[in-house]
């Protein structure tokens, strides 16, 4: 994972959601190279992919703004 990122991020936001879209990936590549022949996954609940996604963006939003109104120089 060299140089695929920019590491000179220093919003804080800004790096949660690089770390939040990295774990997608890496779930999504990890579900898509699982061989025919494995074995099922374990039953569990069924998650909704978009009402998780959904959900992730809100945390992204509700982080931004918090940290948007705690800032320094910013009145409020």
Request: aromatic share 2%.
């Amino acid at each position: 994972m060299t140089g695929e990122f920019d590491l000179g991020d220093t919003d804080p936001a800004d790096r949660l959601e690089n770390a939040l879209n990295r774990i997608a990936y890496a779930l999504h590549r990890s579900a898509d190279q699982r061989p025919v022949s494995a074995p099922p996954a374990p039953a569990g609940p069924q998650v909704d992919m978009h009402a998780l996604a959904a959900n992730i963006d809100a945390v992204v939003h509700r982080i931004r703004t918090l940290l948007d109104e705690t800032s320094p120089g910013t009145e409020g």
